[in-house]
């Protein structure tokens, strides 16, 4: 089966870093993906890791552990507008499909 | 460059009502999918499709039909409302080249079933 699990909610500072954590348990694993979702709005794609080690883009880096099981998602010099939801999603090969599980996500809120 | 179109954004149902959501997306994307999205229970797969007249079933498929007669659009039918489906539907499609392609989402249908 497939379970992705994330905390619930966090709240950081502005101008501060935060880690946001995703730990999973797939049947089959093709990579990893961190989108953003403010409210109301539709998710939007932020990084993609498929080796293990760090992404950087930006303010906003990824990594992953695969023997592990694990990924984070790192915000550098937090401002307001990064106040959103942040979904982790592992992609896992099924037949000719790249199927795509999605955590439940962690609302991070940015306080000044 | 509209993307992923999603129509229509809004939708009050009575229970037992049928009703489609429309999902429209000019990238050329073999793959689409849906998903709904609830409190506390993350996006979850109802309906995908890797290509024109090929779909499958996904996580939670009960009570919705689809149908991919061309690559761009991807409807999904409600065939009798119930107030469980009550739930922000999102459309989304991606490019089947390389596991790394991401997935792109239109703005979302906001259900509601009475």
Request: proline residues 4%.
């Amino acid at each position: 089966g497939q379970n992705i699990d994330q905390p619930t909610e966090m709240t950081a500072t502005e101008g501060a870093i935060v880690q946001i954590n995703c730990t999973y348990q797939t049947s089959g694993f093709n990579g990893l993906f961190w989108y953003q979702q403010h409210a109301g709005e539709a998710p939007t794609f932020l990084s993609y890791n498929v080796l293990d080690g760090l992404e950087e883009k930006g303010r906003f880096s990824s990594f992953l552990s695969r023997s592990k099981g694990y990924s984070y998602l790192l915000l550098k010099e937090l401002q307001m507008k990064d106040s959103a939801s942040y979904l982790c999603a592992v992609r896992d090969p099924v037949g000719g499909y790249q199927k795509v599980t999605f955590g439940t996500g962690t609302k991070l809120q940015v306080i000044p | 460059n509209a993307g992923v179109t999603q129509t229509p954004k809004f939708q009050v149902l009575k229970t037992g009502q049928s009703m489609t959501l429309q999902c429209a997306q000019d990238m050329n994307h073999e793959y689409m999918s849906w998903y709904r999205q609830d409190p506390g229970m993350g996006l979850r797969l109802i309906h995908y499709s890797v290509g024109a007249g090929i779909t499958d079933q996904g996580e939670v498929p009960n009570g919705y039909n689809v149908s991919r007669s061309t690559t761009e659009d991807f409807p999904l039918r409600l065939l009798s409302a119930a107030p469980s489906q009550t739930s922000v539907y999102f459309c989304a499609s991606s490019y089947s080249g390389g596991a790394g392609q991401p997935q792109h989402f239109g703005d979302g249908t906001r259900l509601s079933i009475l």
